[in-house]
């Protein structure tokens, strides 16, 4: 977990969903595991694929797709799970495919553009432009917004 | 010198010497005259100021120093003890507690004490001059009039040699050395006294003892008995050579001493070889030959601590190894569901010894967190005397079952809780003096605070003998606020409208008070307790009085399960909520509007079809005349949790789902089964209303 040696550069970790290239820094990334079999948890919204044990730690995990109301896939050999730790909570974020880490100049991280695809535009905080590729980078804080339901039963 | 390493010891001595001075005051209070009381609060404060000057926090070295020439005053007859005075007197303890936690956080332990020591010294003015102008000295000459005038505890050897050396000419002295307050290596000054001592005669006994004295767990001032031929003064000048000495007094020890000292050591020998190491620190009651019943009980409560061998383990090594321990528990289920694939029966052998192995290290384990709630009980009395000065009212407190254990997690939680309770019985609960007299009532009102076992659960239970709980005004404000319907009311038993009052926005209060009356206090209660995994029920009876009861587990952190099967998946229900598990024919099956319930053995239990809870496919519900529930229940009501199969039971540790999830309706948390899975585990209380 090495974090950006110089304040120019950013690490992050590049990952793909629907086709699109996506980036998370570094910083926040514990791992990334191939498959794990996954306990379902009742009564969550349909984005919560429920927990895993990673380690003696149950983890929540959360589908990225749905989370952005993209079209469902099954999960497959090149899927993952990538780990991130953020504030006090580790959770499982599942995506296509995770095959890169980069440096991106903190000069290419601009504004995101009006019309960014399907994505809802507050998960997002920014756009990075290298060299032909274009990452999104994810805005942690709103996908990881803490799950609070009232119970049925107050009284 | 750095001090940093006495820092941890310090904040816990000084929170023992300021709990010591809350509880001798509170006993003080009820028993102004005994004057051993007030020595005992002497002691405590005299250490407390000797050690925070020695660590160098100057503020509680003054307030505690002030604090001591009151007690001084009293001590010596000079003032007597009133409610006003002890006030100030809390009030300063209150500070000095403040100061320490202070300290505790990190802080300088600094605070603007101006006030109350000005206090203080107004309350010590109504003195002799003298005292004002020369108060340490005071407080050092008396000090030294308790250690000298027969605190010391001679056995039959050491008075028999007294006896003989006088016979043959040696002087007997009882040579006590005070050591400066900011003295700070005090070894060393022992150790320089012993050698001037040590060469002038021979030294036969020391106070405390000379291990005690090496480790510097004494005071500022130590005695020693010395045999020699020197003359008392010359010793003196001798001794007061070495630097850091304030004072040196010696005393002749005579055949009268020893025979009338002879005399009264037969009458309390009994009492004393029961407890020689005891006898040293105790204050000189033995000498007086006053000592009443309850301070021999008290001694006695006292010298275990002192006898058992104990160790100061940090919280977080304990955490620690509790964590580890968890992680064994895991890999030995995992271990116990291999071998029971396997059919290898020296494996199964091993695995079962291993499994009893593991299961005593857990008690031990468990035990080794365990605190007394105490811990909790011993800040109640003060504030009960408090509330009750504030709402005029009179109340007597008492504590039954301190000692009983709880895991210290539990404990940490449980504090709040109970001061929510114990303030609404205050302030709810009893009525006022006037109230009582006319209700034919003692004047005073009396709370019981019990805590006992049973079975794997510890109660604490809260009995006052105040007004109850009115009905009608319960019901009353209930419907009001909408919490129940005025039919559903109409059929409450006077149980269920008592714990009307645990609901979230109940507030009976006409007024809002300080103490209490929000309307916030109980539900915030309620949920602290429920979310411990706990319980607490009311019950009442108008007029007579509450008892409030809290059911509590024993460990937070490792517990019983019946794991079952829900469509392929494992949920964990744990065993403190299940009463029995059966399995009924279908037919059986009863609706009761819509409810499906089943007659069990003469109760209407309802039914929860936990695969519906859960958004389960509930389709492929087999063609079984059969059903497997499991009984459960939440207090009273108990209802049947409709299951596909029965697992086993098994140990599981319980684990957070983490901050994202940070609430799941019906699921308290997960554990991870012996194949690595994680199980859910059901929280039963959330699915019975």
């Known amino acids: ?155 | 010198m750095d001090i940093n390493q006495y820092l941890d010891m310090f904040i816990e001595e000084s929170k023992e010497h300021l709990q010591a001075c809350n509880e001798q005051l509170l006993a003080l209070e009820s028993n102004p005259d005994d004057l051993a009381i007030v020595n005992e609060i002497f002691r405590a404060a005299h250490t407390l100021k000797g050690m925070s000057a020695t660590m160098g926090y100057e503020d509680i070295a003054d307030l505690t120093h002030k604090m001591e020439n009151v007690l001084d005053a009293i001590r010596n007859s000079k003032i007597g003890v009133t409610t006003e005075i002890l006030d100030v007197v809390f009030e300063a303890v209150d500070d000095l507690e403040l100061m320490v936690l202070d300290i505790e956080a990190g802080g300088d332990g600094k605070k603007d004490v101006s006030k109350l020591v000005d206090t203080l010294n107004r309350i010590e003015a109504g003195q002799p001059l003298d005292l004002v102008e020369k108060p340490a000295a005071t407080t050092e000459e008396s000090a030294k009039e308790v250690i000298t005038s027969g605190g010391l505890h001679y056995d039959e050897f050491e008075l028999t040699v007294i006896s003989q050396s006088s016979e043959q000419g040696f002087n007997a002295l009882e040579v006590t050395v005070q050591l400066r307050d900011d003295c700070l290596l005090k070894v060393a000054r022992v150790f320089m006294a012993f050698e001037i001592l040590e060469k002038s005669g021979e030294v036969i006994k020391t106070v405390p003892t000379v291990e005690k004295l090496e480790n510097e767990e004494f005071d500022q001032n130590f005695t020693i008995v010395l045999l020699t031929h020197e003359d008392a003064e010359e010793l003196k000048a001798k001794v007061m050579k070495v630097s850091e000495i304030e004072d040196v007094h010696i005393t002749y020890i005579t055949d009268e001493y020893v025979q009338r000292y002879q005399r009264t050591e037969h009458e309390d020998s009994v009492d004393q070889q029961a407890n020689p190491q005891a006898q040293n620190i105790l204050p000189p009651k033995a000498e007086k030959g006053k000592v009443t019943p309850k301070e021999a009980g008290k001694a006695k409560k006292s010298s275990p601590s002192t006898s058992n061998k104990t160790i100061r383990v940090n919280i977080d090594r304990l955490d620690i190894l509790m964590n580890l321990f968890e992680e064994l528990v895991i890999d030995r289920g995992r271990l116990q569901s291999i071998a029971s694939e396997l059919h290898n029966p020296e494996l199964n052998e091993s695995v079962e010894r291993m499994t009893r192995v593991s299961g005593d290290l857990q008690n031990i384990i468990l035990n080794m967190r365990m605190v007394p709630v105490e811990t909790v009980f011993n800040r109640f009395p003060k504030m009960v005397r408090q509330l009750a000065r504030d709402l005029d009212k009179k109340i007597n407190l008492e504590i039954i079952g301190a000692e009983t254990e709880l895991d210290r997690t539990v404990i940490d939680e449980i504090g709040d809780p109970l001061v929510h309770l114990i303030r609404n019985a205050l302030d709810h609960g009893i009525e006022s003096p006037e109230d009582r007299i006319a209700k034919g009532k003692p004047e005073e009102g009396t709370v019981t605070l019990r805590a006992y076992h049973s079975g794997n659960h510890v109660f604490i239970e809260l009995e006052d003998d105040g007004a109850g709980v009115n009905r009608e005004r319960v019901v009353g404000k209930a419907i009001e606020k909408g919490i129940v319907t005025e039919e559903a009311a109409a059929t409450l038993s006077n149980k269920q409208v008592a714990e009307l009052i645990l609901a979230s926005g109940f507030s009976t209060a006409a007024s809002i008070t300080d103490v209490s009356g929000r309307g916030v206090g109980l539900d915030v209660v309620k949920n602290t307790i429920e979310s411990l995994g706990g319980h607490i029920s009311i019950d009442s009876t108008e007029g007579k009085g509450s008892l409030f009861q809290v059911q509590l587990p024993l460990t937070l952190s490792i517990i019983s399960v019946m794991l079952v099967e829900l469509d392929q998946e494992i949920y964990a229900i744990p065993l403190s909520s299940i009463i029995e598990t059966a399995i009924i024919q279908k037919s059986d099956i009863l609706n009761a509007h819509n409810q499906p319930v089943v007659d069990f053995r003469g109760t209407i239990v309802p039914l929860v079809d936990l695969k519906e809870i859960f958004e389960m496919d509930n389709s492929t519900s087999e063609n079984d005349d059969f059903q497997s529930i499991v009984i459960v229940r939440k207090g009273e009501s108990l209802a049947g949790l409709v299951v596909d199969s029965f697992i086993g039971q098994q140990e599981i540790v319980l684990k957070s789902l983490g901050n994202y999830l940070q609430s799941v309706f019906a699921i308290s948390g997960a554990t991870i089964l012996g194949n690595g899975q994680v199980a859910l585990i059901v929280d039963c209380n959330a699915l019975i209303k």
């Open chain 1, 1 to 155: 977990m090495t974090k950006a040696i110089e304040t120019t550069d950013m690490k992050v970790i590049v990952f793909q969903l629907m086709n699109k290239e996506y980036a998370i820094g570094l910083d926040v990334v514990e791992s990334i595991e191939k498959s794990l079999s996954i306990t379902r948890v009742p009564r969550m919204p349909s984005y919560v694929k429920g927990v895993l044990n990673l380690r003696g730690v149950v983890t929540p995990v959360v589908d990225l797709r749905e989370r952005f109301d993209m079209e469902q896939k099954q999960f497959d050999e090149s899927s993952c799970i990538i780990i991130v730790s953020y504030a006090d909570s580790e959770v499982g974020l599942i995506v296509d495919d995770a095959n890169d880490v980069m440096d991106v100049p903190t000069s290419a991280i601009g504004p995101q553009p009006e019309v960014v695809g399907s994505v809802e535009s507050e998960f997002i905080s920014g756009v990075a432009k290298v060299g032909k590729r274009l990452l999104v980078m994810l805005n942690l804080e709103k996908v990881l917004q803490p799950i609070k339901k009232v119970n049925a039963d107050e009284y």
